[in-house]
Nanobody, 121 residues
Framework: QVQLVESGGGLVQPGGSLRLSCAAS????????MSWYRQAPGKERELVAT???????NYADSAKGRFTISGDNAKHTVYLQMNSLKLGDTAVYYC???????????????WGQGTLVTVFL
């Protein structure tokens, strides 16, 4: 099995920055892509950014120009650098990976437990 552990959430004022990290561990054969999602109170979970094993990235419109996703394939780790944070960025941020466990025959989605980001005045 593959597990994801996020870290880096916290409290920040508008305009500030945070860097989230997500490390995958376990019986990892391959990870094709890792993503960050977020879920604000009372709202549905939404995609923030994705990075493939080949380094291709994709961002939600709300993240473009402010957030940067990056990864370290060797460490099975993905990062989300968040700059110019706004009140509306307050949410629980979840890491997601399309992963293939050793001995498995297909990729499955794995989720982390989430890390809270609070932007406050």
């Amino acid at each position: 099995q593959v597990q994801l552990v996020e870290s880096g959430g916290g409290l920040v004022q508008p305009g500030g920055s945070l860097r989230l990290s997500c490390a995958a561990s376990g019986s990892i054969a391959s990870i094709s892509a890792m993503s960050w999602y977020r879920q604000a109170p009372g709202k549905e979970r939404e995609l923030v950014a994705t990075i493939t094993a080949g380094g291709r990235t994709n961002y939600a419109d709300s993240a473009k120009g402010r957030f940067t996703i990056s990864g370290d394939n060797a460490k099975h780790t993905v990062y989300l650098q968040m700059n110019s944070l706004k009140l509306g960025d307050t949410a629980v941020y979840y890491c997601n990976a399309d992963s293939l466990a050793i001995g498995a025959v297909r990729f499955v989605e794995v989720w982390g437990q989430g890390t809270l980001v609070t932007v406050f005045l």
